[in-house]
């Protein structure tokens, strides 16, 4: 696609519930980055794919957060059991292998009720 | 690991004046830094960049700079105007990571 795409803009969930973020990265594009910007804050690195593996998960705050990518595509950030810290916008970026330009998509906005 | 610390967190002129964003980092081995702008309700979208082995670069209004021996870097926006209003994140990019700045919030009032 021409830019990085997320879904759903926006979440409103109920605490304890499961959630699924979805990102579509620039088509090309074989690594893809998850980043948590919680209200006024900055990019909290969570996970970085190159192409289908996980080289560095070392962001995920805790075991009710994982992330897959399948076909070098789209990926998906799951949280389970949602906590109201949980709440906060997930930013996606892809780039091309090699390369260090990243491309942001617009973000999913969660709020746990 | 590297560790980028961005100042000020907030940043208010008058449309025209210049307005300077500064950042240091820690690792060494960190050789590319971007800048991004982030505006209400989007995600971050490059400005400008520069590579270890430069000290400046000019985009028109914006420019950065680059002081590897005391481990800083800078955005330089002259003759700023009501549209920069926004969040500027600077960051740092070793070993496929990249390290961002908590982030200043520009404003330029008309």
């Known amino acids: 696609g021409a830019g990085v795409s997320q879904s759903p803009s926006n979440k409103v969930t109920e605490k304890g519930k499961d959630v699924e973020l979805r990102c579509d990265p620039i088509?090309?594009?074989?690594?893809l980055y998850w980043y948590r910007q919680s209200l006024g804050q900055g990019l909290e690195f969570l996970i970085y794919?190159?192409?289908?593996?996980?080289?560095?998960k070392s962001g995920l705050p805790s075991d009710r957060f994982s992330a897959e990518r399948t076909g070098g595509s789209v990926s998906t950030l799951t949280i389970q059991r949602t906590q109201q810290e949980d709440s906060a916008v997930y930013l996606c970026a892809s780039s091309l292998a090699g390369a260090n330009v990243l491309t942001f998509g617009a973000g999913s906005r969660l709020t746990v009720l | 690991g590297e560790n980028v610390e961005q100042h000020p967190s907030t940043l208010s002129v008058q449309e025209g004046d210049s307005a300077v964003i500064k950042c240091t980092y820690s690792d060494s081995a960190s050789n590319y830094f971007p800048w991004y702008k982030q505006e209400l309700g989007k995600g971050p979208q490059l400005i400008i960049d520069i590579r270890s082995n430069v000290g400046e670069k000019k985009d028109q209004r914006i420019a950065v700079t680059l002081n590897k021996t005391a481990k800083h870097f800078s955005l330089h926006i002259t003759e700023t105007q009501p549209e920069d209003s926004a969040v500027y994140f600077c960051a740092s990019w070793d070993f496929n990571k990249f390290y961002f700045g908590s982030g200043t919030k520009l404003n330029v009032k008309p």
């Open positions: 088509s090309g594009h074989t690594a």
């Open positions: 794919f190159q192409g289908n593996s996980a080289p560095d």
